[in-house]
């Protein structure tokens, strides 16, 4: 089958031109998160002088009032601040948008280029994992108080895809015969979604984690500075357990599927690949997840905890079981 080498060559375009959007997303959205936590300063400076002008007032109604100035001119400033970090906020989440149709695109291009769909090999696989992350988030993070989050996302998709387009990299080309089967869109397409789905899932848990050793109110240090702008976390859990209810079975459907493929292709439903090994023990400790998740005395750390290790798992699976452990799912594409 002969490649269409001018649409692979855009495809490349707009995979470097989306890199480019995110990382200038990645840059405001940095500027956002910043800004929000000179708002919250601001805020609990107010909070604080309003308590004590009542604690005065309480004790000495005789007393003078407390510098009602100094108060009205922190609400000025925080009106100002807040202005300005939403224009960052919305900014951010205009380019995030442009970024994915320019990522959409570069995947739609690549399948066309070579006349196939785009999951060949872990460079288009690594190119529509990102491209699914991105559109969850983007659909999930709309909420003003979500924005702030973006900086834990961006981050990193973009090491996901400079690494893919620096060390992963090959031309667009047909893929070999085992792959030529309408399973494997089916497949790798369901996969592909849950994974996604599950990387929102582990950032969530992560900083859940990050907002448990940092309480609301209570932040100290460097670490406490950066979860100021954070939500509760309560959000935050409830966006790990809200997007791993999808994760788990659209995961594990798609490792149905593949036992679907995998006895047409070779004649067995499961032998124990490693992929498959891997994999299935991904959506094990997903599962174990939800179910710690609504055991008692599992509600907090133990189960982000066990989120984590299962996205630790499925980033093991990715690259090294694709890189380095030889067997039947090896279809990296490099030498």
Not at 183 to 194: D, L, Q
């Amino acid at each position: 089958m002969n490649v269409d080498n001018t649409l692979a060559v855009f495809s490349d375009y707009a995979f470097f031109s989306a890199f480019i959007i995110y990382s200038l997303a990645l840059a405001l959205s940095v500027t956002f998160y910043i800004k929000r936590l000179a708002v919250i300063d601001l805020e609990r400076e107010k909070k604080r002088l309003t308590a004590a002008e009542l604690v005065t007032t309480g004790a000495d109604s005789a007393a003078p009032p407390a510098d009602t100035a100094e108060v009205a001119q922190l609400e000025k400033q925080i009106a100002e601040k807040e202005q300005s970090a939403e224009k960052f906020g919305g900014m951010t989440q205009s380019l995030v948008w442009l970024g994915i149709i320019v990522h959409i695109s570069s995947v739609v291009m690549r399948g066309l280029a070579a006349g196939r769909f785009p999951f060949g090999n872990l460079y288009e696989y690594i190119t529509e994992i990102t491209m699914f992350t991105m559109i969850v988030a983007a659909l999930y993070l709309q909420r003003k108080d979500l924005k702030v989050l973006w900086p834990w996302v961006l981050a990193p998709i973009l090491a996901l895809l400079f690494f893919g387009g620096t060390k992963l990299y090959v031309d667009s080309a047909p893929v070999v015969p085992a792959l030529q089967s309408y399973w494997r869109a089916i497949h790798v397409g369901t996969v592909s979604i849950g994974a996604s789905v599950g990387m929102v899932s582990g950032v969530a848990s992560l900083l859940y984690l990050l907002r448990m050793w940092q309480p609301v109110g209570e932040e100290t240090g460097f670490f406490g500075a950066m979860a100021k702008p954070l939500p509760s976390a309560k959000t935050l859990d409830a966006i790990a357990y809200r997007t791993v209810i999808i994760t788990v079975p659209l995961f594990g459907l798609g490792i149905v599927l593949g036992a679907i493929w995998a006895e047409a292709a070779w004649g067995r439903f499961w032998g124990w690949d490693p992929k498959e090994t891997v994999s299935f023990i991904t959506w094990i400790l997903y599962a174990a997840y939800l179910h710690a998740r609504a055991t008692a005395g599992w509600r907090d750390s133990k189960a982000a905890i066990i989120n984590i290790v299962a996205l630790a798992t499925m980033i093991f699976n990715l690259f090294f079981i694709n890189l380095v452990v030889s067997g039947l799912h090896s279809y990296a594409g490099l030498n």
